[in-house]
């Protein structure tokens, strides 16, 4: 059985004590997570035809119930699943040990569990996690300074613009009641050139994006093309440090 180790910081606890509010019915496919569990085939895949999970080292950063952890698991990865809600690792660790998967849990901000994991992971994922911090900034910088030269970091966020806003928050929220009123705060929503920056910065480099399109009329997920409401993106720190021009020649 794993560990539950505790190390706090960068969170807002009120967005940790909605989602300890809401655990229990992390694995019902037809409650407030259901968009999780529609998104998640389509996530795994993605990452999977990029990263190549067998085998692979990866962290999975606010890691919740542990849906898209365990799943990464089943494709062979070592997953460890952070997070800073309590209920949320318990019924991921519960519920990967009914179901015979092997995830190590762990109860931490990704700054905090970078101190002791530099240059640790061949791949990490922090999916629908950004949205939710007050440094999203620092959560990503975490990121890249934990993964391998070589290996793979992905984001998923919501992007902020009026679109996003009517239909994450109105047309999620108050129309279709998909999601519960509150799930999501307009300020914290991150454009991409924004997360961009900050993981250009950190030394990430883009190699994939998609937009996440919902169908309300089939209530199915797929990727596509336009980012301009949810989107994914795939980044990779390079072999070797990136040497400038002036210094090459
Ligand atoms: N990544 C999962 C769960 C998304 S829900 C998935 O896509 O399936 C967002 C999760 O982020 C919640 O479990 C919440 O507890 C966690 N979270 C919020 N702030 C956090 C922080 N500062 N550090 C770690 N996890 C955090």
């Known amino acids: 059985m794993s560990t539950i180790h505790t190390i706090a910081s960068n969170a807002d606890p009120a967005e940790l004590a909605r989602f300890n509010s809401l655990a229990s019915r992390w694995w019902d496919e037809n409650s407030e997570f259901k968009p999780l569990h529609r998104i998640n085939?389509?996530?795994?895949?993605?990452?999977?035809?990029?990263?190549?999970?067998?085998?692979?080292?990866?962290?999975?950063?606010?890691?919740?119930?542990?849906?898209?952890?365990?799943?990464?698991?089943?494709?062979?990865?070592?997953?460890?699943?952070?997070?800073?809600?309590?209920?949320?690792?318990?019924?991921?660790?519960?519920?990967?040990?009914?179901?015979?998967?092997?995830v190590n849990y762990a109860k931490s901000s990704a700054e905090a569990w970078a101190g002791q994991h530099v240059g640790h992971y061949d791949v990490i994922t922090c999916?629908?996690?950004?949205?939710?911090?007050?440094?999203?900034?620092?959560?990503?910088?975490?990121?890249?300074?934990?993964v391998k030269p070589g290996g793979w970091v992905f984001f998923s966020t919501i992007n902020r613009n009026p679109l996003s806003y009517v239909l994450a928050i109105v047309g999620m929220e108050y129309l279709m009641r998909i999601l519960p009123r509150g799930t999501h705060q307009y300020a914290r929503f991150i454009k991409p050139a924004e997360l961009l920056a900050v993981a250009n910065s950190s030394s990430l480099v883009l190699q994939d994006q998609h937009g996440l399109g919902y169908n309300p009329l089939t209530q199915h997920f797929r990727l596509h093309g336009f980012m301009g409401v949810g989107y994914l993106l795939a980044m990779q720190k390079p072999l070797q440090a990136q040497v400038p021009a002036s210094q090459n020649s």
């Open 41 to 102: 085939p389509h996530r795994l895949e993605w990452i999977d035809s990029l990263a190549l999970l067998a085998g692979k080292q990866v962290l999975d950063v606010g890691c919740g119930g542990g849906i898209l952890a365990e799943s990464m698991a089943r494709k062979g990865a070592k997953v460890t699943g952070i997070d800073l809600a309590d209920k949320p690792l318990q019924i991921a660790q519960w519920h990967a040990q009914g179901q015979d998967v092997d």
């Open 127 to 146: 999916m629908e996690m950004l949205e939710h911090v007050p440094s999203p900034a620092a959560v990503i910088q975490a990121c890249a300074e934990m």
